[in-house]
């Protein structure tokens, strides 16, 4: 059973969300503001966390959510947000969150969106690694390398480099990416993927190397497995 920490500060609004997380099956926790959500997350445990963007005090939901990815943590985040904007939404995401669903939301979409963030995490089959050309991926650590150097990457950029190097040499659409690595449909608008691309090739393409990940114009993106 998946275990789910749930930091939101208003009650009636905490009391929904974990009732529809027990009732899909989960294990949940609750956390009513930044600081007592913080204290939960670091003490590990955790499969996944629902964290509401605007809480009260320091620290907020993205102050949750830096302090959280800068110790290393690579649990899966789906933020939560009355903030539609397209400029929220991609700020949630460069903090280091998975996932941004807008309030007010149905219950069956949380549960989905949770369950598509879970399953990224488990690699079926029996395969252990990846190579592409000078990328290697250990999906049993998860681990990146290039040349031997290791890289660091947030859950959604390993998942988005795991895609790329499964399907090396060939180009990816946007949709393919929307559907298979977010779990849901493309929205028309939104740049969540160049935003990932670009912090993706920021890391993989240190030190004047070759990019590996070229923009296919109207097309998508391709990774070439080339040395």
């Known amino acids: 059973m998946s275990r789910i920490l749930v930091v939101e500060d208003d009650a009636q609004t905490a009391t929904e969300i974990v009732d529809a997380l027990v009732d899909h099956g989960f294990s949940v926790d609750h956390a009513a503001d930044g600081r007592q959500g913080l204290l939960m997350s670091m003490a590990g445990g955790f499969d996944a966390m629902v964290l509401d963007r605007m809480l009260p005090g320091t620290p907020d ?28 939404r991609v700020r949630g995401l460069r903090a280091g969150g998975d996932d941004y669903l807008t309030k007010p939301f149905e219950a069956v979409e949380l549960t989905a969106r949770l369950d598509a963030l879970l399953r990224r995490r488990h690699v079926p089959g029996q395969q252990t690694s990846l190579r592409a050309g000078p990328l290697e991926i250990d999906l049993l650590t998860r681990g990146v390398r290039r040349e031997g150097e290791t890289i660091s990457l947030l859950p959604r950029e390993y998942d988005l480099l795991t895609f790329l190097m499964r399907h090396a040499g060939q180009v990816v659409t946007r949709t393919m990416l ?28 240190t ?18 497995a080339t040395d």
């Open 178 to 205: 929307f559907e298979e690595v977010w779990g849901y449909r493309s929205e028309e608008r939104t740049n969540v993927i160049d935003v990932h691309i670009s912090k993706l090739r920021q890391k993989i393409d």
């Open 61 to 88: 939901g993205l102050g949750v959510l830096a302090t959280l990815r800068a110790t290393g943590a690579q649990m899966p985040v789906l933020i939560l947000s009355a903030l539609s904007a397209l400029d929220e």
């Open 207 to 224: 030190d004047n190397r070759p990019s590996l990940i070229q923009t296919v114009r109207g097309s998508g993106y391709i990774l070439y």
